[in-house]
């Protein structure tokens, strides 16, 4: 299984869970589907950190701690333009969403940002020729 697949939560998930799944996972989102697996929302530390300091309970519903208007991207969308939504809107993670708004995964930031790495064992150089 993926890893993104494993910060995909329910809306009536215990905040607690959250807690411990972005803790495991380290991928500092949780994605908030409905039953047929379409985003409807999201949640990160900054969302717990708002629901503890309104002293709200660790056995609270995500759907009250949510962001119901999550920021996503599509499957269909480039690289490039994943990286210009997320730096535009601060974000460190993006959900990516197919055309009927299922989710289909997640991108990092850290990824994006990785330059390929080239082997140059696979280059083969020869010798030039000589002329007599």
């Known amino acids: 299984m993926e890893k993104w697949k494993k910060v995909i939560l ?5 905040m607690q869970l ?3 799944v972005l803790t495991k996972e380290a991928l500092q989102i949780i994605m908030v589907s409905d039953y047929q697996d379409r985003l409807i ?3 990160t530390d900054g969302d717990i950190r ?3 300091i309104n002293h709200l309970d ?11 208007e999550p920021i996503s991207g599509s499957i269909l ?12 809107k601060n974000l460190l993670q993006i959900p990516i969403l197919d055309e009927k708004g299922l989710i289909v995964g997640l991108e990092i930031i850290q990824n994006l940002l990785k330059k390929p790495i080239y ?13 007599t």
Not at 77 to 88: E, Q, R, V, Y
Not at 119 to 131: C, F, G, K, M, N
């Open 10 to 14: 329910k809306p009536d998930d215990t």
């Open 18 to 20: 959250a807690i411990k």
């Open 41 to 43: 929302g999201t949640v």
């Open 50 to 52: 708002r629901a503890l």
């Open 58 to 68: 660790l056995s609270t519903p995500l759907e009250k701690i949510m962001n119901h």
């Open 77 to 88: 969308d480039s690289k490039d333009k994943l990286f210009s939504i997320m730096n535009a």
């Open 119 to 131: 082997d140059l064992s696979l280059i083969h150089i020869s010798e030039p020729t000589r002329r």
